[in-house]
C-alpha cells in the first residue's frame, strides 16, 4: 500500500496509524499526529481504492451503504500491511494505535471488528458502524476515542450510540465524544482526542 513512514524520537512511544477521509492522501493527517504525539512514529497510509478518482480504503455501492465483500478484503490487505510494515521499519506491531478520519475512521472500526490484536487503540474521527451481523472479538483493554456529530449528515446521533454499545460488548474501554456540529473534524474534537490520549 502506499504509504510514508516517520521515524519518532521515542522508541517507547506507538506507532500512530493515520487513515484519511474520501479523496484524501497520506499526507492529510499528519499535522493530527504531530498534535496527538509528536515523538511517536507515524505509519500513514493511502487507501488502494480509487472513486472517482478520490483514494479510500474500501469500496461503497452508495453514500454511506457499503461494499461489504470488498470492505471485508481490504480489512485483510490493511492488516497484513501491519504486519510487513512493522518488520521493514521495525516498529512494534504490538503497539500500533490507530487515527482516522471518515472512511479512515471506518476501516480502523473494521480492523477492529475483524481481528483480536490489529491495533492498541484507536482514536475514530466521525465514524459509521463499518459492519452489523458479526461477532466481534474481545477487545478487552483496549481504548477507543469516537468524535461524532450531533448533526452529521453521515452518521446519525442513533448509529454513533450503536457503534460505542457495539465496542462496549466486546469490551473496549470506549469514550464517545460529542461536538453539536457535522462531519467536520473541529480543533475542540482534536483537542478531547488529545486530552484523552494523554490520559492512556
Ligand atoms: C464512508 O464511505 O466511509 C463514509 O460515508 C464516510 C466517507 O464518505 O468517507
Known sequence: MKHLFQKGNDPSRPTLLLLHGTGGTEQDLIPLAQIIDPDANVLSVRGNVLENGMPRFFKRL????????DLVFRTKELYEFLDQAAEKYGF????????????????AASLLFHYQHALKGAILHHPMVPIRGIELPDLSGIPVFIGAGTNDPFCSSEESLELESLFEQANAKVHLHWENKGHQLTG???????SWYLSK
Open 62 to 69: 452508495a453514500e454511506g451503504i457499503f461494499d461489504e465483500e
Open 188 to 194: 475542540t474534537e482534536v483537542e478531547a482526542a488529545r
Open 92 to 107: 512494534d506491531r504490538g503497539q500500533i494505535i490507530a487515527i482516522g478520519y471518515s472512511n479512515g475512521a471506518n476501516i
